[in-house]
């Protein structure tokens, strides 16, 4: 029941939204980029709020106070889940866009919610696209704009982490932002590998922000903050 509630509520609360798609495009010909992100920070917090409740995730949040507010980031955590997403966009004390997968890009109403947003997607079958990908993302940074990735590039579906691929770490040193490194800790448990929903403890921890200037090789950034990852999980 709580399984069909969950995915029920969440394409539900999408396409109840759908009519704010005529706003969104009025605000984008209005040039009120502003407007637009903080209307639609509202009306996706309300949707990723209401999803952790129905998932039944009693979170454990530290850290928060770790992250600055006066500039943007880079959230860098691993991926156990599919409930990852909406636990950061709630839990973290600014908003962000993601990079997501470019099969996320396809999907109606939500591929284009999460364009608007900022989101950015990788093809990763194509290497010249994923670089003009890595190449938006770093501009969007620099514009003041935090964003989220997931090096793994897939969730692990369990407390393992997966191939940590350095080069999503390319962003924060070509823009010269902070990373924040995320981990979670049990959020596989909410969804099963059969999308069977199930209550569990998920803590999340915000790491101490790593200062990317610091680091010319994306390898070497990519083990301290895999490092600072592992110490919470």
């Given at each position: 029941?709580?399984?069909?509630?969950f995915q029920?509520y969440?394409?539900?609360y999408?396409l109840?939204?759908a009519n704010?798609?005529f706003t969104?495009n009025?605000l984008?010909k209005?040039?009120?980029?502003?407007?637009?992100l903080?209307?639609?920070?509202?009306?996706?917090?309300?949707?990723?709020?209401?999803?952790?409740k129905?998932s039944?995730a009693?979170l454990?949040i530290?850290?928060?106070?770790?992250i600055?507010?006066?500039e943007?980031v880079?959230?860098?955590?691993?991926?156990?889940?599919?409930?990852?997403i909406?636990?950061?966009?709630?839990t973290?004390?600014?908003?962000?866009?993601?990079v997501a997968?470019k099969?996320?890009?396809?999907i109606?109403l939500?591929?284009?919610?999460?364009?608007?947003?900022?989101?950015?997607?990788?093809?990763r079958d194509?290497?010249?696209?994923?670089l003009k990908?890595?190449?938006?993302?770093?501009e969007?940074?620099?514009?003041?704009?935090?964003?989220?990735?997931?090096?793994e590039?897939?969730r692990?579906k369990?407390?393992?982490?997966?191939?940590?691929k350095?080069?999503s770490?390319?962003?924060?040193?070509?823009s010269?932002v902070?990373?924040v490194?995320?981990?979670?800790?049990?959020s596989?448990?909410?969804i099963?590998?059969k999308?069977k929903n199930?209550?569990?403890?998920?803590?999340?921890?915000?790491?101490?922000?790593?200062?990317?200037r610091?680091?010319?090789?994306t390898?070497?950034?990519a083990t301290?903050?895999?490092?600072?990852?592992?110490k919470?999980?």
């Open positions: 029941m709580r399984t069909l509630l029920g969440m394409w539900g999408i109840s939204k704010k798609s969104i009025k984008n209005a040039g009120k980029n502003k407007e637009k903080e209307l639609m920070d509202k009306i996706i917090l309300k949707c990723t709020n209401n999803l952790i129905i039944g009693n454990i530290t850290g928060t106070e770790n600055p507010l006066d943007p880079l959230y860098v955590g691993n991926h156990q889940g599919n409930m990852d909406p636990i950061l966009y709630s973290a004390p600014q908003t962000m866009a993601f997968k099969e996320m890009e396809k109606p939500l591929g284009y919610w999460m364009k608007e947003r900022g989101c950015v997607f990788i093809d194509n290497a010249r696209s994923s990908a890595i190449n938006q993302a770093i969007s940074l620099k514009a003041g704009n935090s964003i989220a990735v997931f090096p590039g897939t692990s369990g407390p393992e982490i997966g191939n940590f350095s080069g770490l390319r962003m924060a040193i070509k010269g902070k990373v490194p995320v981990t979670f800790k049990d596989y448990k909410l099963g590998k999308g199930t209550p569990a403890k998920v803590s999340v921890h915000y790491s101490d922000p790593i200062d990317s610091d680091f010319k090789d390898n070497k950034l301290e903050v895999l490092t600072q990852i592992k919470h999980l």
